[in-house]
């Protein structure tokens, strides 16, 4: 049964940075799109980041409010995918999640989340 666990997350305070990791298990992260979202109470989740395939270049693509201040990279050989989040706010508090869509077989994995909190 493949599984994503997200770690990482945390309380920062504003203008900080925290690492998040995804690790994958089976399955590996090198295939398909892997992304990071993010959810609040109350609202729907929204792509933060997202990384393709390594057979498709590794493309990434990332959300308007986080450009400039997030990183997502892979790390093959650890089967992670991580979002380095740096100059955080305090709207940027959210629950964390990762997701694996591989659309030629229909697969669509979803980590459990992990918080992040940013204090002013």
């Known amino acids: 049964q493949a599984?994503?666990?997200e770690s990482g997350g945390g309380l920062v305070q504003a203008?900080?940075?925290?690492?998040l990791t995804c690790?994958?298990?089976?399955?590996?992260l090198s295939i398909g799109t892997v992304g990071w979202y993010r959810q609040v109470p109350g609202n729907e989740r929204e792509l933060v980041a997202r990384i393709g395939g390594v057979s498709t270049g590794s493309t990434t693509n990332y959300a308007d409010f986080?450009?400039?201040?997030f990183t997502i990279s892979r790390n093959s050989a650890k089967n992670t995918v991580d979002l380095?989040?740096?100059a955080l706010k305090p709207e940027d508090t959210a629950?964390?999640?990762c997701n694996q869509e591989i659309k030629w077989i229909g697969r669509n994995y979803w980590?459990?989340?992990t918080q992040v909190t940013v204090s002013t």
Not at 15 to 19: D, E, I, R, Y
Not at 66 to 69: C, E, I, N, P, S
């Open 3 to 5: 599984r994503l666990v």
């Open 15 to 19: 203008g900080g940075s925290l690492n």
């Open 23 to 28: 690790a994958a298990y089976a399955t590996a």
């Open 66 to 69: 986080v450009k400039g201040r």
């Open 84 to 86: 380095e989040m740096t």
């Open 95 to 97: 629950v964390y999640y």
């Open 111 to 113: 980590g459990q989340g």
